[in-house]
Every structure is written in C-alpha cells, then in structure tokens.
C-alpha cells in the first residue's frame, strides 16, 4: 500500500490525470498518508521546542485529522501543487514555512521582552494553526470527495467519509470564498480544552478567529507570516526562486517602512492636527510635523508591529531625505517655523511633506483651515547666501531690545559660553553673522548643548554599560560592507573671515574642544577600566547554561556550534573568526543566526553578552570593532566586517582555537 501512495505522489501527468478523471481512491489511514513526510514532520517538533507528549497533543493530532479529512484531495485543480495529494503537501509545506519565518518575529508585537518569553508558547501555536488550516475551506468550496453513489461529502456533511471517493471540483466555486471558512471547523480538529488555552490571552484568540473568517488585515503579523510562508510553497512547486519570496520584506526600504508608518498613524488619528500644541500642521500643500514627537511615535509603532528601526533619530532623517519622503531644507532635513493659529503662535522643529505623500487619497486628507499659518525660518539656501553678503542681514527691531535685555541680566560669561556653543551645533558651517544678527532662541538652544556635553563627561561610565552599538544598523542579512573614503568639507581660511569674526570663532572652538577633551578623557578612562576588568576576569568562568540568560544562552549555543563544526570559521563568508586579538563575532549576523535557530530574540542576546563583560570596547567606548579581510589572492578591494571581540576564548569560554586568520586586521 505505501508503494502505491508513493507513486501517487510522484506520479506522471499521465497518472494525476487517470486519478482525476473518476478513479475511485480507497481512504487511507493517517499514518500512511504522513509517512513520506516524517522528515518534515520532526523538523517541526524541533521548531516547536516542546516534549513529545505536548507536542502529540497540540501539534501531532489535529494533523493526523487533518490527513485523515482530506486524504489525496490536490491544492488546485490546474495551479500549484496539483496533483492528488497536493494538498496535503502544501499544508505541511506552509506549516514548516510559517514556524521557521515565526522565530524570526517578535509575538506578541510590542510587549516587553519577558512577556514575550511567557506567551512565545501559545502565539507559535496560533501560527501553526492558521498555517494548517489557511486552506481547509477549499474542502467545503473547491473540491469535493464524492462516493460511489454520486454524493459529495465535505467537513460540514453529518454522514461519514466514504471509504472509496472521487475526486471532483466544483465549477461554481468562488475565488477565495474558503478563506472565511475555517472557523466553521476548528473545533472537529481542535479540542475545547485547547481552545480554553489560546482564550486566556485575549490578543492571541482574536487573532486566531480574525484568520480563520479571513480578516487578514485584523490578523496582522501572523497573517503576514503565513501569506509569505504559502507564497514560498507555490513558488517552490511552480520551480520559481523561493529565496525571493522569502527576503521580500527584507528589502523593502527603511524609508518605505517609515513612510507607511507615518500614514498609519494619521489615519488612525494617532497624531493631533491642526489644534494648539498638536504634533502635524497643515499649511496648503504641504504637512509640517514636530520632528521629536513623529519620530518618537513612528519608531514605537514600529516595534509594536515587530519591526526593526534604528534608535538614533539622526539616522531616520537622513533616510527620509535621501529618498526624499522629506522636503530638504537646503542640506538638511529639520525646519525652523513658527506656527499662528489665531492668537496662538510657537516656535517648532519640523520636518516638512506634501500631504499628497502623508494623505495618497484625496478624501482622507484633513479640511483646510485658513486659521492656520506656518511660516518658515530662512531655508539653507538662504542661510548661504547672507554668509555670502551679511549686509542684507537686517535685525527686526524686538529681536534687537531681546539680545540687549538679555545681555543685561545674564552673566557675561554664560553669554560668552551660549556664543561659543553656538558653532558646534552646524559643526562645518561658521556663522559669519554680526552678534546682533543672531536671535536669542540659538543662545538659549546653544547653551542647552553645552550642559548637555557637561552631562554626557559625568555619565560616561554609565552610558558604557548600556549603549546599544548595532541600534542603527541596517536590516539586511549581509556582514560586510565597503569602506567608502570621507570627504570633509575644505576648511575656511582666517583670510576668509574678518579679524573680529576669526577672534569669536577660535574661542567657539576652543570651548568646545575644551569640553571634547574632557568627555573624550572620562570616556577613555572607563574603557579602560572596562578592558582591565574584562581581561582579569578571564580566569572566573560563567555559567553559560543559565536558562534565564538571553546571553548565556547565544554563548552556550555559540560554544556548541564551533565545537560539533556546526558553526564554521576563519571563511571570508563565516561569521566568526579566530583574530590575533581573540575571537571575533560577526554582529548583527550572528545574533540574528542565534535567533533564526533557537527562537529567541537576538536583540536581547546581543544587549545580554555585554552585560557578562567577556567583550572588548573600543576606545570610543563601542562594542563594535572593525577588521578588515583581504582575499588570499589578492584580486580584490579589502572589505570591512563589524562586529564583538572577545579575548582569550581559550580561558573565557573553553575554545582552543589555534588557526588564526591572517586576512583579518583591525581598523580604526
């Protein structure tokens, strides 16, 4: 018998046709239908992560049902996967699919990280479900067995299944009608008891029942998971290129996913509009939006939705820009405007967007309000130009009395230091500007800056502990990157500038390199006495089998892995190498193999192992060193690889690794 349903599965056209065209199919047993797929069928007990017994319970029995429901039924009549059997492959195709692509996600979305540990159980479960039963309405819709009487029987009938059965598609059947049938047969596979588990987390029950009657927007990620999961088993079986499939969210562009964000804030009404204090101002074409508060809102949904985005609002800005979802003023990203709406007025930091990009469809864009002006600072452009000719500067008449009442109640060497501080701000660009020209608001922005720099020399030490080095980097799969040479800007002469105006910027630049020094001083200190630490400690070992660990867990695995050869070294495409300084770890990529592997977030393992205090710092005070790696044969340009350093493997970790790469060096 298990020779015929192996020919089944392999067979010709030919043989798919004959079986098509009313041979009758005698029902078979559960396991005889599983038998070609124990391979898949283990690789998915081992994703789950759970014992056998909890596994034959919750995993390994409504599959045996579901085989046992619709036996050699095919996916499609014409399409993918259609030959008898075929839909019984898909299934376990796309399961395997969506459990692999879920350890790659953050569920539930937007929880801090121990409640993602206590719920990772039941949401991998969720998945599983919506997997195996994405098509399970096709039975009821699309493809009917049919006994030898004529009848069709489907999961609805009352009567049993037919022992012997044809195969027979329904004509009338309309396209994706089965996805909004599940739920009518969830609980034949299901056991209440089970049912009563998912309901205790009330987001996990209304995502799975929002799938099973097809409202895939409302099912959200793990509805994204299971589409691209199903995507890459028809493209698999139609011969298409899977990877591609796969890697599709991988390359979508940070500016797109920060885009669409933006968009679904408003359209939820996550962002006030157009009121006193509101974060977004309309002014005829154009949306003006709070830098701070969008950016802030834009990267919290984001990591509510599961997605990576970089900490540093710097490095969102300047994606935007380069990909001009921003309007640029001059080179730069932030505009300064000052906002009336009737007798109200503030003075904001915005960045500037057609509404045509905020609002795509015209009806859902906000009405006009003719109360609200937002009018712009000088744009760069504009900047440049009184730098060129500062006599068409003209200082308005009440910024003129504010500069003089302030210079009279503030100590002359705090309006001394607010001047010196004001150049740091633009760092390349001198403002070639009279004091008088300058107004008091930058005095004030510029002495905020300052205390921030004296703040940043006493917290020094702390914020080693803590800073997060791989927070910007891009969401790619890649380790190396080419080193592109800087371009500084050329230098202004002192012939350049006249003699007042040189004075005032040399004191600017040697406060500021004053503070520099110090911070640069308190920085270098505590990365020394990080490195002093780390290196003494190299003699206490640390238990690495700590279950509660993100990161003692990554090195546990990590250990294992070089040690069995599962994790190979020293290969330009390798992810660790043995370097004359230590071990060296490929970040983020290894931390994301960690995650793909085990399950686990690889954002906490990484946060984790700087806190076992096995890795180096750099004299910055990063976690982030730079090597570069040569080919051996010399035929092309070096490249440059990132990532942690950890020394004496030998003693820290129990690695005896004698094979250095000598292609590898380190860079500054």
Known sequence: ML???????????????????????????????????SDELNEIYELTGLSREYFG??????????????QLLPASEAHHHSQPGGMLQHTIEITLNALKLRRG????????????????????????????????????????????????????????????????????????????????VLFKFVKPSTLEWIMRDDEAFYVLINFMIGDHAEAGVVSEIVQKADQASVVGNLGGDVSKVTAKQAQRPLSERILRTI??????????????????????????????????????????????????????????????????????????????????SSDLSMLKMKISKVWPNIDNRPEPNSSIKVVEAESGNEAEEKKKDPQKVQQPVKEKESDDKKSSTKASSKSEVAKKADTAQTKTEIDSVSEQSSPPEEADDALDELNELDEAIHSAVDNLETKDDDSDFEDDYGIFDDVPSPTLPKP?????????????????????????????????????????????????PIDFNNPDSAGAQFIHWLVKGI???????????????????????ASPAIFRQFGSETGQSWEKAQREVSKLKINLKTQKGENIFKYEIHSSAGRSRPKVIKGYLIPNPDKKLGLVINSVNEWMKQIP
Request: net charge neutral; glycine share 4%.
């Open 57 to 70: 319970h919750l995993y390994l029995a409504p599959l045996q049902q579901y085989a046992e429901a619709i």
């Open 263 to 344: 968009q679904t804030l408003v359209t939820e009404d996550r962002v006030p509009i157009n009121r006193r204090g509101a974060a977004c101002y309309i002014d005829g074409d154009y949306a003006y939006f709070v830098v701070k508060r969008l950016l802030d809102d834009v990267k919290e949904r984001m990591r509510q939705d599961g997605q990576s985005v970089p900490d540093r609002n710097d490095r969102l800005m300047d994606e935007l820009q380069q990909f001009e979802v921003i309007e640029a003023n001059g080179d730069k990203a932030i505009w300064k405007a000052k906002v009336f709406i009737d007798d109200w």
């Open 105 to 184: 996600q953050i569920l539930p979305p937007g929880v801090i990280p121990e409640e993602v540990e206590q719920r990772k159980d039941l949401w991998t479960y969720v998945v599983f479900l919506c997997a195996l039963f994405h098509d399970i309405g096709k039975v009821i819709t699309d493809v009917n067995q049919v006994d030898p009487n004529g009848k069709k029987w489907s999961l609805l009938s009352k009567a049993s299944a037919p022992q012997k059965y044809e195969i027979k598609f329904n004509p009338k059947r309309k396209h994706k009608f089965h996805e909004k049938l599940p739920a009518f």
């Open 563 to 585: 040690k069995s050869g599962d994790i190979e070294i020293n290969r330009p495409s390798n992810r660790v190498h043995m370097v004359e300084e230590g071990l060296f770890l």
């Open 3 to 37: 020779n015929i349903v192996k020919k089944i599965f392999s067979g010709s056209k030919s043989r798919t046709s004959s079986l098509m065209d009313g041979k009758k199919i005698n029902r078979q047993s559960h396991d005889i239908l599983l038998k070609p797929y």
């Open 492 to 540: 202004e002469t002192e012939t350049q500038k006249e003699p007042a105006q040189v004075s005032e910027v040399s004191e600017r630049e040697q406060v500021m390199n004053e503070v520099m020094e110090k911070t640069k001083g308190a920085i270098g200190g505590a990365v020394k006495q990080h490195n002093d630490q780390v290196y003494q400690s190299s003699e206490i």
